[in-house]
């Protein structure tokens, strides 16, 4: 098979593969930035963002055959080498590649050739690929993926029958009142009789990402969460602000007496399983 990029990839793409393809790009910075032409930095940073399209498709290919065979102990181990040792590779090279290049004096002319929000993109980046975190990305890694693992193997039975979690759910809209009522528990259920295994897995997550904001000079998780999520002009004060009423305590524009006032119905009784819930 041929590709119009990256022609000359490896059967299965490694660790050791990436790694040198990494270096071998990072060696060609200083002559780059040595230039008084910007044309080898705009040729350097479309050479590497070809070897960063490769490796960041390869990873969704590993995870998405994973997520179809999670029974499969050959996926399990693909998707495994991928996440802990083939990712911190690109993460530890990216972050070394993107702090010259954002204090590049050819930066200006990078984000003329593919717009300047690009920019903006690559600098909210650089924070969540901090090396200094990467050990803590990879157990972080681990611990969402048993948890995928634990959903993935669950079963529950409705109607008789022994379902998968997803088609639990699906049941939940039938147009069978008694047998959405029985899928809803039978999906709900599951999760209360799991909840301390998965308890587990939510501290030691909140934990971990936790530490990678303090690493970082930060008091918890969630700047380094947006950044994470690519948000430029959107952060904490903004989710406030939309959080927040524009008028509180709103004013009638005619007096109450003027106004007509609508019939009220009896209160309607909800009822687990006649409708998508999420009790808290």
């Known amino acids: 098979m041929s590709f119009a990029h990256f022609s000359d990839r490896p059967t299965q793409l490694s660790a050791e593969f990436a790694r040198e ?15 008084s032409d910007p044309a080898s930095w705009l040729s ?19 995870r998405y055959h994973y997520s179809k065979h999670m029974d499969d102990p050959e996926a399990e181990e693909a998707e495994r080498v991928y996440r802990e040792e083939i990712v911190p590779v690109s993460e530890n090279a990216n972050a070394a590649f993107l702090k ?43 611990l969402a993926k048993r948890y995928d693992k634990l959903v993935a193997a669950a079963e529950v039975t409705v109607g008789g029958e022994s379902l998968t979690l997803p088609r639990a759910r699906g049941l939940m809209s039938s147009e069978d009142a008694a047998l959405r009522r029985e899928a809803y528990f039978a999906h709900r259920s ?7 295994t998965i308890g587990a897995i939510y501290q030691e997550q909140v934990e971990l990402r936790t530490q990678m904001g303090e690493n970082l000079g930060q008091a918890n998780f969630v700047q380094l ?56």
């Open 225 to 280: 969460g947006y950044a994470g999520m690519g948000r430029t002009d959107y952060g904490p004060s903004e989710a406030a602000a939309f959080r927040t009423p524009s008028r509180p305590t709103p004013a009638p524009s005619t007096p109450s007496s003027a106004r007509p006032r609508p019939q009220r119905s009896a209160p309607r009784r909800f009822v687990p399983g006649t409708e998508a819930t999420t009790p808290s």
């Open 100 to 142: 010259v290049l954002l204090a590049s004096k050819h930066q200006a002319a990078v984000g003329e050739r593919y717009g300047p929000q690009l920019l903006a993109v690559l600098k909210i980046s650089e924070q969540p690929l901090a090396p200094v975190n990467s050990d803590l990305r990879v157990r972080a890694g681990d």
């Open 21 to 35: 393809r990494y270096e071998a790009l990072q060696a060609r910075i200083p002559d780059a930035e040595a230039s």
């Open 190 to 196: 599951w999760f209360r009789e799991q909840r301390e």
């Open 44 to 62: 350097l940073y479309a050479d590497w963002n070809e070897l960063e399209s490769y490796v960041h498709s390869e990873g969704s290919r590993l």
